[in-house]
């Protein structure tokens, strides 16, 4: 049952990671190159800041993602996380973060657990003073094994205080596994 679930995840994982694809509207403010790497940052008081990785060279669809990372994380702690969204090409890589929290009025960054006793504050807001996600506090709980799934979502003009991770259309959307250890 658990090696069935293991490639249940990996499948999942592979089908839904980095997702993005450039805006064919030359007037849409979404317009940006394709999202094909993202890195997770989380610190905490007196340790050293842990980065997991997603990456899928060749962006969506083509060969499966050459890297996802477990995130890896302490029970009953307290983290603050970090997101960089990035572009490679050709050995060049673009920040793509900063245009994202510019543009925060039509995006938002969620994270979905599942399995996991989690719960995730975001920590930033656009100029409406709605939430962003770019950076956010993870509170955790027991240790267990599932995972969290990642979406941006794009809302230009629709966007709420407390939408849920369905309203807008989806810029990036990955499924990480993660552990919580005690």
Not at 72 to 89: A, G, H, K, M, P
Not at 103 to 124: C, M, R, W
Request: charged share 20%; with cysteine.
């Amino acid at each position: 049952m658990r090696h069935t679930y293991g490639i249940l995840l990996l499948l999942g994982v592979s089908a839904g990671i980095l997702s993005c694809k450039k805006a064919s509207n030359p007037n849409d403010e979404n317009e940006h190159e394709a999202i094909n790497k993202v890195e997770l940052s989380f610190s905490r008081p007196g340790a050293a800041v842990a980065t997991f990785v997603m990456e899928d060279p060749d962006g969506d669809g083509g060969n499966p993602p050459s890297r996802i990372d477990t995130i890896r994380l302490l029970s009953n702690q307290t983290y603050t996380l970090n997101v960089r969204i990035l572009n490679i090409v050709s050995g060049r890589e673009t920040d793509l973060t900063p245009s994202i929290i510019a543009q925060g009025k039509a995006h938002e960054l969620y994270f979905i657990p599942s399995g996991l006793n989690l719960s995730v504050t975001k920590t930033d807001k656009d100029a409406a003073g709605y939430p962003v996600g770019v950076t956010s506090t993870w509170t955790v709980g027991a240790a267990g094994t599932g995972s969290v799934q990642l979406k941006l979502m794009h809302k230009a003009g629709i966007k709420g205080p407390n939408d849920a991770p369905t309203v807008g259309h989806t810029d990036l959307q990955v499924v990480v596994p993660a552990r919580v250890s005690n």
